[in-house]
């Protein structure tokens, strides 16, 4: 029982936003009824790597293949903390004087940026992953899932929420 409570637990606190977009704040111009602080976003991060560390259960010889993983998580939330932080300033700019061209422009470098952010995840994390048992290969694929797709995943450029603010 106390297993399913723990992989509740974990599953609970990876539904919750990570930081901006492995991570994200509600993006400029979006009307959301909570605004979170850099307190709550480091928070987040902390509770959703906590989360995917005890939800895969490793064991002593495993452990020393994390701290690497932990590194990458940490990077990528900082990294796109910061290109929200950007876009936010962007946002500050009257919507009409930003042109479609520098918005794919902005899309791309963040795309770019999201790539190299998730090479140096795979490359950090192969070593615990090969490490792991097919049932935490599962449950690594899931929390990690979780935690990657952040609250705008599925929102597409185009769609009814386009534009640099969203990474």
């Known amino acids: 029982m106390k297993k399913y409570l723990l992989i ?7 539904s919750l936003p990570l930081s901006a977009g ?16 850099a307190e709550d976003h480091a928070a987040f991060t ?3 790597i906590a ?3 005890a939800g895969l259960k490793l064991t002593p010889a495993q452990e020393k293949n994390w701290p690497a993983v932990e590194a990458s998580l940490r990077d990528i939330a900082k990294a ?24 794919l422009q902005w ?13 140096k995840l795979a490359e950090a994390a192969k070593p615990l992953f ?15 899932h979780t935690i990657a797709k952040g609250p705008h995943h ?11 603010e969203h990474d």
């Open 51 to 53: 989360a995917l560390k």
């Open 154 to 164: 599925g929102h597409e450029w185009g769609g009814p929420h386009e534009g640099p």
């Open 80 to 103: 796109r903390a910061a290109r929200f932080a950007e876009a936010k300033d962007k946002m500050k700019e009257v919507r009409e004087h930003r042109s479609v061209i520098e918005g």
């Open 22 to 37: 492995v991570f994200a704040e509600p993006a400029p111009g979006e009307h959301h009824h909570h605004q979170f602080s």
């Open 130 to 144: 090969d490490s792991l048992d097919d049932a935490q290969k599962r449950r690594f694929a899931v929390l990690l």
């Open 46 to 48: 902390d509770a959703k």
């Open 107 to 119: 899309r791309s470098k963040a795309l770019a940026a999201k790539a190299a952010e998730t090479e």
């Open 8 to 14: 509740a637990a974990a599953v609970a606190a990876l």
